[in-house]
């Protein structure tokens, strides 16, 4: 037995070993930070809501479907890259929302009370359209739009 193994008690572990380690940590740590969602504070119609935000592409797939409701959150804001037609679709939907179609700060369209669809699947799902482009679509429960009295034209405000 060499000198080092002995004082260490055995051998070290090869560059390879390490190698995968780092690589299985950042694989876990990619997994979990997954299940992260960022989350904001906007303004709507000086109402103030505390939002998750869906900016990633796995994120913005995923939405809202298979929750039970918001867990303590006034709604979810889809943040896209661009401005334009931005289509919503009630996948795995639990409950029913009202869709609110943003761009330049304004409301451009709102569809209320959108139904859940259950037993549908990917290209049975009705497909929601605003009337004009928006960057942003905020889902809140049914009915918050008509209890607030949101209206197109609104201005909302976005703080990070």
Do not use: C
Request: glycine share 10%.
């Amino acid at each position: 037995m060499s000198k080092s193994e002995n004082e260490t008690g055995g051998k070290k572990p090869s560059w390879q070993v390490v190698f995968v380690l780092i690589i299985i940590a950042l694989a876990i740590g990619l997994k979990l930070y997954s299940y992260y969602w960022p989350k904001a504070e906007i303004k709507v119609s000086g109402e103030l809501l505390k939002v998750l935000v869906a900016k990633d592409y796995k994120h913005l797939v995923k939405g809202l479907s298979g929750r039970k409701d918001l867990g303590g959150y006034d709604g979810m804001l889809f943040v896209f890259g661009n401005s334009s037609q931005h289509t919503m679709v009630m996948r795995d939907m639990e409950f029913s929302i009202d869709i609110i179609w943003i761009d330049k700060g304004q409301i451009v369209d709102i569809a209320p009370s959108v139904p859940v669809e259950p037993g549908k699947t990917e290209g049975e799902y009705f497909p929601y359209l605003a009337r004009s482009a928006s960057s942003h679509v905020l889902e809140v429960p049914a009915g918050t739009a008509v209890r607030q009295g949101w209206k197109i034209g609104d201005k909302v405000d976005f703080y990070p």
